[in-house]
């Protein structure tokens, strides 16, 4: 079998765990200010299937002894762009931004150009092109069928659960200043 997509899947995962440290860190400075955390239960459940996501791709691609291909090619493209979207909302929401829904006891909303244009970016352009780019980059069909519908009720709920407090909260406290 060739290795290969194995290995772009594991350097991706530790891409993403470099990730998901700055995440922890932006939640301790946000609950130590004063902050809260909502929707507590999807957040695990979105957890729970990203993780499902990676390992049942990674299984079907040692299974197929998927090898680097035109498919696996643009899956890989579309994961690196994914990676991209993400460093880019990363460094827009800066200390504010993490894989859990949380916001500031004052938290306002950011006016650039990339919130209005795409209501939700790091849905949009980073989780669903990640997923859809695993699932190509792995062969990972049955995946993609099975744990996919889950993941997108999950993340709808997620999406209302975040319009909800963007209409009730963050718009109400006012917009960040340039």
């Known amino acids: 079998m060739n290795y290969s997509v194995i290995l772009i ?8 765990l470099f990730f998901l440290k700055i995440s922890k860190q932006n939640e301790k400075n946000i609950l130590a200010n ?11 459940r979105l957890t729970i299937l990203h993780i499902a996501f990676y390992l049942f791709s990674v299984i079907e691609a040692v299974v197929r002894k ?9 899956g890989l493209g579309l994961m690196i762009f994914s990676m991209i979207m993400l460093t880019v ?27 209005k244009v795409v209501k939700h970016p790091n849905y949009f352009l980073n989780i669903a092109p990640e997923l859809i780019g ?10 993609l069928a099975v744990v996919a519908p889950f993941y997108m009720y999950t993340m709808y709920v ?6 909800k407090l963007l209409r009730e909260v963050i718009i109400p406290n006012g917009v960040l200043e340039a």
């Open 34 to 44: 004063g902050g809260k955390e909502y929707g507590v239960a999807n957040s695990k």
């Open 134 to 143: 695993l699932v190509l980059l792995c062969h990972a069909w049955y995946t």
């Open 89 to 115: 909302v990363v460094r827009l929401l800066k200390d504010i931004w993490t894989v859990k829904l949380m916001l500031l006891s004052n938290h306002k909303y950011n006016p650039h150009w990339l919130f």
């Open 158 to 163: 997620r999406i209302k659960e975040e319009e």
């Open 9 to 16: 899947v594991v350097a991706i995962f530790i891409l993403r």
């Open 66 to 74: 998927t090898t680097l291909d035109a498919i696996s090619l643009a």
